[in-house]
């Protein structure tokens, strides 16, 4: 819901922002992994970890499985106007925590390349440091590569 609102908000005012994704084809579905992380001075649970400096050991489930391919596609589409795409690597396969490190190395790519470039992604409404990963989505596409597509909130 605050995703959608923030599309509104964000279309209202900044016309060019979109956060819809193209034509990407991701393939299809073959999981869905939510983000939940606990502090120990604090007895709530979070379901999101921030993008800007993830503690990766607050993290539960942080080595759960999400693929055992050794190279897959990362999709980045929030806050962007224009995608993000990356192929990443990994000897074992892909934990849970493996790429939420690696998701927030790419936004730091994207956010300094955004300086250099302006306009390269389209940065819409956001600092880095808005972002949370509340969810990864797992696709398989028809030519066997697999895809990570995340859930971004702020």
Do not use: W
Request: with cysteine; net charge negative.
């Amino acid at each position: 819901m605050k995703r959608l609102l923030l599309l509104i908000a964000c279309a209202l005012t900044l016309p060019a922002c979109s956060f819809l994704s193209n034509n990407f084809d991701s393939g299809q579905k073959i999981g869905e992994y939510g983000v939940t992380c606990e502090y120990p001075d604090d007895s709530v649970m979070y379901h999101s970890i921030p993008v800007d400096s993830p503690q990766l050991s607050q993290l539960l489930d942080g080595d759960e499985i999400l693929s055992n391919s050794d190279t897959a596609i990362l999709y980045l589409d929030y806050p962007l106007d224009k995608p993000a795409i990356f192929t990443i690597t990994s000897g074992d396969g892909f934990t849970k925590g493996e790429v939420i490190s690696i998701i927030s190395e790419k936004y730091h790519a994207v956010y300094a390349s955004e300086l250099k470039t302006p306009g390269k992604y389209g940065i819409c409404c956001r600092t880095i440091g808005d972002l949370v990963v509340s969810l990864i989505e797992v696709s398989r596409r028809k030519d066997g590569r697999i895809v990570f597509t995340t859930m971004i909130d702020s």
